[in-house]
C-alpha cells in the first residue's frame, strides 16, 4: 500500500510554487504555435495578394509582353523587341503630347498645392462659415469628371453662356476652347478647379494635428501669423504635402476624361496629353503593341517622379533634422 500511494503520489502534477518561470513549450509545440500563427496570416493576406495580382501585375506584365510585339489587336502579335521603345523618341505626335502632359502637369500641381495651402490656412477654424466653403471647395472632386467637362464646354464654348454674356456688351466671342493657348489655359483652369478640393481637405486634416503648444509657443515669442505659418505650421505638415505633391504630379500626368469631354484634344492636338494620345489615338488606330509601349513608358515615368519627389523631401528632411 505505501509503494502504491508513492506510485500515485509520484505521478500527480506538482503545482508551480509562486515566482518560479513557467516552462517554456517543447519544440514541437513551438513549431506548431508557428505553423498555426503563418497559416492565419495566409489565410487574412491571401486574398488580397490574389485580387493584387489578377487586377494589377498580371495586367502589367501582359502589357510589357506586348509592347515587345507589333500587333494590331487582331491577327497574331510578332515579336520586335525594343522597336516601340524607339519609335517613341522619334514620334512627334508623342513629343507634343509630352509638353502638354507637361505644361498640364507642373502648373497644375503648383497651383493645386500653393491654393490648397492657403485656402486650408485660411479656414482651418471650425465655424459654420469655413465648413460650407470646404464643402464648396470639395464640391467639384465629387462629380465625375466627364461630366464637369461637358460642363465648362456649355459654359466657355462659342455659343456658351460666357461668350453668350460678353457678346451684350459687345465683346467676343473668345475661343476658350478653339484657340491653341487660351484652350489650354482654360483645360488647365479647370483641372485645378476640379483638383483643389481634395487638397484642401487632405491639408485641413493635416492642419488639426499641429500640436497648440507650437502656435502658443510661437504667438509668445512674437511671431506674426506669416512667420509662424513658414517657420511652424508647414515644416510640421511637409510629409503630406510631399504625399498629395506626388499623387497631384501622378494624378495630372495620367489626365484624360477631362480632355475628352472639355477639348478633345484640340484645337490641333494643342490640348492633347499623352493618356489621350494612348487611348484615343494609338488604340483606335490598332497599334496595340506600341500603345502598350507607351502605357509602360507612361508608367515608369510616374515611378520615376514618384521616387524623385519623395527622395528629395527625405533629403531635405535629413538636412533640416542635421
Known amino acids: ?29 513551438r513549431r506548431l504555435a508557428r505553423y498555426r500563427e503563418g497559416a492565419v496570416t495566409f489565410g487574412l493576406l491571401a486574398p488580397s495578394v490574389l485580387l493584387y495580382t489578377v487586377m494589377t501585375v498580371v495586367p502589367v506584365g501582359v502589357a510589357v ?22 519609335h517613341l523618341f522619334d514620334d512627334p505626335s508623342s513629343s507634343r503630347a509630352w509638353y502638354v502632359t507637361a505644361a498640364i502637369a507642373v502648373s497644375g500641381t503648383v497651383l ?39 460642363l465648362w464646354a456649355a459654359i466657355l464654348g462659342t455659343n456658351g453662356a460666357v ?20 484652350a489650354l489655359i482654360s483645360l488647365i483652369g479647370v483641372i485645378v478647379w476640379a483638383g483643389f ?47 498629395a505633391t506626388v499623387l497631384n504630379l501622378i494624378g495630372l500626368i495620367k489626365t484624360y476624361d477631362l480632355v475628352v469631354s472639355l477639348t478633345g ?24 503593341g506600341y500603345a502598350n509601349a507607351q502605357a509602360v513608358f507612361l508608367m515608369v515615368v510616374c515611378a520615376a517622379l514618384a521616387l524623385l519627389v519623395t527622395a528629395v523631401r527625405n533629403r531635405q528632411d535629413r538636412a533640416a533634422t542635421g
Open 1 to 29: 500500500m505505501v509503494e502504491l500511494a508513492e506510485l500515485t503520489q509520484r505521478r500527480e502534477p506538482r503545482e508551480r510554487e509562486p515566482g518560479t518561470p513557467r516552462r517554456s513549450p517543447a519544440p514541437a509545440g
Open 65 to 86: 509582353y506586348l509592347s515587345l510585339t507589333d500587333w494590331n489587336g487582331f491577327s497574331d502579335a510578332v515579336f520586335i523587341g525594343f522597336e516601340n521603345y524607339l
Open 112 to 150: 493645386m498645392i500653393g491654393g490648397g495651402l492657403v485656402y486650408a490656412l485660411l479656414l482651418k477654424e471650425r465655424s459654420r462659415t469655413n465648413s460650407f466653403f470646404r464643402t464648396l471647395a470639395y464640391y467639384p472632386h465629387v462629380i465625375s469628371a466627364l461630366i464637369l467637362g461637358f
Open 163 to 182: 461668350n453668350s454674356t460678353l457678346q451684350r456688351f459687345g465683346i467676343g466671342p473668345i475661343g476658350f476652347l478653339f484657340e491653341e493657348q487660351l
Open 197 to 243: 478640393g481634395f487638397n484642401v481637405v487632405l491639408f485641413i486634416a493635416a492642419l488639426q494635428t499641429v500640436p497648440a503648444e507650437l502656435l502658443e509657443a510661437a504667438a509668445i515669442d512674437g511671431a506674426t501669423r506669416h512667420q509662424t505659418n513658414m517657420r511652424v505650421v508647414i515644416p510640421m505638415i511637409s510629409p503630406v504635402i510631399t504625399v
Open 265 to 288: 484634344g484640340g484645337p490641333a492636338g494643342a490640348t492633347q496629353t499623352y493618356s489621350f494620345l494612348i487611348l484615343a489615338r494609338s488604340f483606335e488606330g490598332t497599334k496595340v
